[in-house]
């Protein structure tokens, strides 16, 4: 019987990345970036420093709404072409220790601040993009909040479950799909905690 957590989902577009870890498959398919995700990546580094300067994990996170614009002649635009801009709806940052809540987690942070701006729990039509691959808490946020895409930056190989350690944002099981892409600004987030955890060592 094939295992469903491998099953290819006709409803995502994208190079399928089967990723050989040990434990759950962690089967990915990854979207390639769109020319504004490093810009909205560049700010939630911009939350993750902050996070860092008060003593938290340094991870932002920022959640936009994306809607397509038409094709612009005047800028040489084909008739058929069409790009994608983004309005930014909510931001966040690590917060676990300042609000003595384990949740608080940068993702978290923003949805529930998007739903507050939106006036709801979901959040269709929006991406989520954060610094660290989302852990499961995360990834199952998103899935309920009905985000579009989730775009991250460095991976997390020992929590991380958009592809790491499992994949729960395109798990066939659950009732709502994500579309993927990782490593965005992917050097600059994990220098930005490697960095954090050494000087904690210190």
Not at 2 to 12: E, G, K, N, Q, S
Not at 145 to 172: C, E, F, H, T
Not at 184 to 200: K, M, P
């Amino acid at each position: 019987m094939t295992d469903p957590f491998l099953a290819p989902d006709p409803r995502l577009e994208g190079d399928p990345r089967t990723l050989e870890r040990p434990g759950l498959p962690g089967h990915l398919v990854a979207q390639a970036p769109l020319p504004t995700d490093a810009m909205w990546m560049a700010r939630a580094l911009e939350r993750a420093r902050e996070a860092a300067v008060v003593g938290e994990v340094p991870v932002g996170a920022v959640v936009v709404a994306v809607e397509p614009s038409e094709a612009d002649p005047s800028r040489g635009d084909s008739a058929h072409a069409v790009t994608r801009r983004g309005r930014l709806i909510a931001e966040g940052r690590n917060r676990t220790r300042q609000d003595s809540d384990p949740t608080a987690h940068a993702e978290i942070v923003a949805l529930r601040a998007a739903g507050r701006r939106l006036g709801r729990s979901r959040l269709p039509g929006t991406t989520l993009y954060v610094t660290l691959e989302p852990c499961a808490q995360c990834a199952g946020a998103a899935v309920l909040a009905r985000v579009d895409r989730v775009v991250y930056g460095a991976a997390d190989p020992k929590a991380g479950m958009a592809g790491s350690l499992g994949n729960l944002l395109q798990d066939p099981r659950l009732n709502h799909r994500v579309h993927v892409t990782p490593g965005v600004l992917a050097h600059e987030a994990g220098t930005l905690l490697t960095d954090f955890f050494r000087a904690r060592r210190l």
